[in-house]
């Protein structure tokens, strides 16, 4: 099977990867994320694929939609990758220069998730050439991911309700175990208003928007219930304006994590329904639930066992992370119940920071997993 597959060697496999992680595609830079599909686009015309150019909104880059396979009415396969990274500009030449260091390959966005994207993409190449998938194929390369797809989430919700399955091309986990189930994701902004007055001379008609700030993030970071999944961070803050004044404005951001729809829904009321504890002073919260919990469905369960055994058949184990708190575009298909299996991209490690790197030995039997999925999955 899939014979121009087995003809890519290491190198090969480490030249493509390092090609598209060169383009450097921070999220808030839509020319540098278009690039990059640029780079997909030119790749998917000379393969001879169905492209579709979906113009980006808001400031942010395009996304690119790929077909293939049969062009039945049935629901077919939809694979997810997202081109962004959170690396800025500068990065490549800077931190996080493109290297290669025994078995690891160095360089921005190769782990999450490039290596992913480009693995997946090889493999879905190839599928289509050879003709040979039971369902009509969809691939939808994503430009904003890394910021919680706020242009393309009804993209992937409507391919989403047209699939059968989803593969999701995050990285794997801990020696490429693929996932099956993340934690939902809540994102608010808490913004206070007081009194300002002189520190020194009317310290007491003051009313202090830090003060109040203080009382409201030890009750929100009280939220957090490790044993029932359930975690708050404020994990920014701003206000005031000079140590003599008692501050007028404070303002903080909330991130919430919750298994379950129902507490997704409970802590978000929570969050949003808290009043001021001083007198004298405003609180607005806004925000909500931005991506839903991704719940390990029996679907999806049977999903994960199905590429578990054509792993096997290929040669290597594919274990599942217990529930990972990070969340992806698989949060959305898998809250519409369909049977979403993620973290199908490459192994490596370091996400998010300046020693971010792929495993080159993990590329090839990935894609071969790929391909399986894509060609029998029915
Ligand atoms: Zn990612």
């Given at each position: 099977m899939t014979?121009?597959?087995?003809a890519l060697d290491d190198a090969a496999v480490v030249a493509g990867i390092a090609a598209w992680a060169r383009v450097e595609s921070p999220t808030h830079d839509a020319a540098g994320v278009n690039r990059a599909m640029d780079l997909v686009a030119a790749e998917a015309g000379e393969a001879g694929l169905a492209t579709e150019r979906i113009a980006g909104?808001?400031?942010?880059?395009?996304?690119?939609?790929?077909?293939?396979?049969?062009?039945?009415?049935?629901?077919?396969?939809?694979?997810?990758?997202?081109?962004?990274?959170?690396?800025?500009?500068?990065?490549?030449?800077?931190?996080?220069p493109v290297r290669v260091d025994g078995d690891r390959l160095y360089g921005p966005g190769v782990y999450d998730m490039k290596g992913g994207a480009w693995l997946a993409f090889q493999a879905f190449k190839e599928?289509?050439?050879a003709g040979r998938a039971a369902l009509p194929l969809t691939f939808l390369f994503t430009p904003d991911e890394e910021i919680g797809s706020p242009t393309t989430r009804a993209i992937i919700e409507d391919l989403g309700r047209n699939s059968a399955y989803v593969l999701v091309t995050e990285p794997g986990r801990d020696g490429g175990k693929v996932v099956t189930s993340r934690k939902g994701v809540g994102r608010f902004?808490?913004?206070?208003?007081?009194?300002?007055?002189?520190?020194?001379?009317?310290?007491a008609d003051g009313r202090s928007a830090i003060r109040e700030a203080a009382h409201q993030i030890l009750a929100i970071e009280g939220l957090t219930d490790y044993a029932r999944g359930v975690t708050t961070n404020v994990g920014s803050i701003s206000g005031g304006t000079a140590e003599n004044v008692v501050p007028q404005h404070c303002?903080?951001?909330?991130?919430?994590r919750v298994e379950t729809h129902a507490d997704g829904e409970a802590y978000s009321n929570r969050i949003l329904g808290l009043s001021p504890v001083g007198d004298g002073l405003r609180l607005r919260v806004t925000g909500g639930m931005n991506r839903p919990p991704y719940e390990r469905s029996p679907e999806t369960g049977r999903l994960y066992?199905?590429?578990?055994?054509?792993?096997?058949?290929?040669?290597?184990?594919?274990?599942?992370?217990?529930?990972?708190?990070?969340?992806?575009?698989?949060?959305?298909?898998?809250?519409?119940?369909?049977?979403?299996?993620?973290?199908?991209?490459i192994d490596g490690d370091g996400a998010h920071t300046l020693q971010e790197y792929g495993l080159i030995s993990s590329v090839r039997p990935r894609m071969r997993l790929m391909a399986r999925l894509l060609e029998e999955l029915h």
């Open positions: 014979s121009s597959l087995s909104r808001d400031g942010l880059g395009d996304s690119i939609l790929l077909r293939a396979g049969r062009g039945s009415q049935d629901r077919g396969i939809l694979v997810l990758s997202h081109l962004d990274t959170v690396h800025p500009v500068g990065t490549l030449a800077r931190d996080l599928v289509a050439r902004v808490v913004e206070i208003e007081g009194r300002p007055s002189h520190a020194g001379t009317r310290h303002r903080f951001t909330v991130d919430l066992e199905q590429a578990r055994a054509f792993a096997g058949e290929l040669g290597f184990a594919l274990g599942e992370v217990p529930r990972t708190g990070g969340g992806s575009d698989g949060n959305f298909t898998a809250a519409l119940g369909i049977p979403t299996l993620d973290g199908l991209g």
